[in-house]
């Protein structure tokens, strides 16, 4: 269990959309207190609240909790200069990613959902973490918020930002944004100059002793894999060490995907291996298996275990994760926001107050 940074601020936050509560742990880590986490998925229930004892988890469905309801459960007051809301709303409709967007397409007006909570209490920061998607599209509600923000005398900083140069060892582009009423000199967090490899977190040095594919580790250290089929376990034994990609028998027939045969022009991440000493690739909810990105562990003829992944998403690892199978703790864990850079976020606000509002 963290313990939380001894210098306490006197702010507090409600932390929408919550999951499992990477933004939440390291708001707590920084010294914030965060009040409660909303989200409508409540298979995270249990994760969230028995890694952030006294943050409450509100199982709820934004659009319909009342906010009388909202007040009773979190105790908040309008018009709070020292409190923040943070609203990081599931994303894949507006990801960049050439997928599907009929499942996600009820999630697409989670931000103005989120707005209007922000315009009933009026809180004195705001934070939002998306995909760049959101900043980019036309149809985006993001619009719309910036223009309330203008209105309503908030100022605010707001970028593309990268993930591996805030301490987390993957890129993960995502826009940000840190917006107050009562502060002008918001400023996002610097990035740093020291960049994190998968070296830094996931070896053998780390902790992380070498496994088989379907290896289950029953305890809370999670070090468990996923299963190959013996044609995709042929093919990861074909692919060369630290980084190596399909390109390595994608003349074979009997080995290729049949989609990828002799074609060396793209799709070079799904079955590749990671680099030791370079950042991971984004940790998505699919990151046990070696089909849907660079997923495969380094060296070992495996994809990486749900330990790996959230240690690549730098949730610490005493952190427990509860859920009905591996591919819902590995969802949990993939849509996470790293608190390592959750941290850095909640620091940038706390240092606001050593200038003159």
């Avoid at 409709?93 to 996600?104: A, C, G, N």
């Avoid at 028998?249 to 990828?260: E, G, H, M, T």
């Avoid at 799904?270 to 562990?297: C, E, L, Q, V």
């Avoid at 926001?337 to 941290?343: D, I, N, T």
Wanted: aromatic share 10%.
């Amino acid at each position: 269990m963290e313990i939380m940074n001894p210098n306490k601020s006197n702010l507090i936050a409600i932390d929408f959309f919550c999951g499992a509560g990477g933004m939440t742990n390291g708001f707590r880590k920084a010294g914030i207190k965060i009040i409660a986490g909303i989200d409508i998925d409540g298979e995270c229930k249990e994760t969230y609240e028995k890694n952030n004892r006294g943050s409450n988890f509100i199982l709820a469905d934004i659009k319909k909790l009342s906010f009388e309801d909202f007040e009773k459960q979190t105790g908040i007051k309008k018009n709070d200069d020292n409190l923040i809301f943070i609203g990081c709303s599931p994303c894949q409709y507006w990801t960049k990613i050439k997928t599907d967007r009929t499942k996600s397409k009820g999630s697409r007006h989670l931000l103005a959902d989120f707005q209007k909570y922000v315009e009933e209490y009026n809180p004195g920061y705001i934070v939002i973490e998306n995909v760049p998607g959101i900043l980019t599209k036309e149809e985006s509600p993001l619009n719309d918020f910036l223009e309330f923000l203008k209105i309503n005398n908030y100022s605010h900083d707001k970028a593309i930002i990268d993930a591996y140069k805030y301490g987390v060892p993957q890129t993960r582009r995502r826009f940000l944004l840190i917006a107050s009423r009562v502060n002008k000199y918001i400023k996002l967090p610097q990035p740093t100059t020291k960049i994190s490899t998968v070296r830094d977190f996931i070896s053998e040095a780390k902790g992380f002793p070498e496994l088989k594919a379907g290896t289950f580790d029953g305890t809370f250290k999670m070090h468990t894999v996923a299963g190959l089929s013996e044609i995709n376990l042929l093919r990861l034994k074909m692919t060369k060490k630290n980084g190596g990609t399909r390109l390595s028998y994608v003349d074979d027939k009997n080995l290729a995907v049949p989609c990828q045969y002799n074609k060396k022009n793209s799709f070079h991440d799904t079955y590749g291996r990671m680099h030791w000493d370079k950042p991971a690739p984004t940790i998505t909810t699919k990151f046990i298996s070696i089909s849907n990105g660079r997923f495969a562990h380094p060296e070992q003829d495996r994809a990486i275990s749900l330990r790996e992944g959230a240690t690549l998403q730098t949730f610490d690892k005493s952190y427990k994760f509860y859920g009905s199978s591996i591919a819902s703790i590995a969802k949990h864990i993939g849509n996470a926001v790293p608190p390592a850079l959750s941290k850095k976020i909640a620091l940038s606000i706390i240092n606001l107050q050593d200038y003159e509002q």
